[in-house]
């Protein structure tokens, strides 16, 4: 079997040397999924250089949960990262920071292994629960309540001098979930 020829899309932690094609994602993302959304100002200031720094830094080890990417032949089309839920919710204790898959390469399940690998990654650091954070006017919300989050809280968050509401979706009892949820 030729290595590395003819597979399928991989999910699989991410190194260092990802953070750049991740700030790609990132801000192409970005760029297409919040135009009218957010501010203009804030999605033409967006650099990959500024991402690809703040990405390395993320695929540093952390406590709990990791930066994962979903890799086609042409490289990396998606991540997700998930760690320590930083406001001091104690019953929502990890938190998918981030989940992205380029306009091309979504509707084919890559989102849900993204989400599936970040989400295992805070069950096996022994937490049990999870929250994402998403803009209340984000056209993806099915996405987590297919995924059976439920909406536990709302919020807001300022983005280019403009305040956006946002909603949190959570799921606990995380490794049942794992379980279930193949
Ligand atoms: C949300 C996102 C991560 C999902 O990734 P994906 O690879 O497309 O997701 P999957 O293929 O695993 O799809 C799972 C379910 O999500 C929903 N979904 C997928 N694409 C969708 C779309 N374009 N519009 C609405 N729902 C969609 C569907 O219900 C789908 O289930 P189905 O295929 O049985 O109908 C991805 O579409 C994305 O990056 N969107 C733009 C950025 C974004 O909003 N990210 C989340 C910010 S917090």
Do not use: C
């Not at 999910?11 to 094609?21: F, T």
């Not at 309540?145 to 807001?156: F, N």
């Amino acid at each position: 079997m030729g290595e590395g020829r003819n597979r399928g899309p991989k999910v699989r932690r991410a190194e260092a040397g990802d953070a750049r094609a991740i700030a790609r994602v990132h801000v192409n993302t970005w760029r297409q999924t919040y135009r009218g959304i957010v501010p203009d100002a804030v999605l033409d200031a967006l650099s990959v250089d500024e991402r690809e720094a703040m990405w390395r830094r993320a695929a540093r080890p952390r406590p709990a949960g990791g930066l994962f990417v979903a890799e086609t032949e042409s490289g990396v089309v998606g991540f997700a990262v998930s760690g320590l839920e930083e406001r001091g919710r104690s019953d929502f204790p990890g938190e998918v920071y981030a989940l992205y898959v380029l306009p091309a390469n979504q509707g084919q399940g890559l989102g849900t292994r993204l989400f599936r690998a970040a989400v295992r990654s805070l069950s096996e650091a022994g937490l049990d629960a999870v929250l994402v954070w998403v803009l209340k006017a984000n056209p993806y919300r099915r996405f987590y309540e297919k995924l059976g989050g439920e909406l536990v809280d709302e919020g807001s968050v300022e983005l280019g001098g403009v305040r956006l509401p946002t909603v949190a979706y959570g799921w606990r009892e995380l490794a049942a979930w794992l379980e279930v949820r193949r």
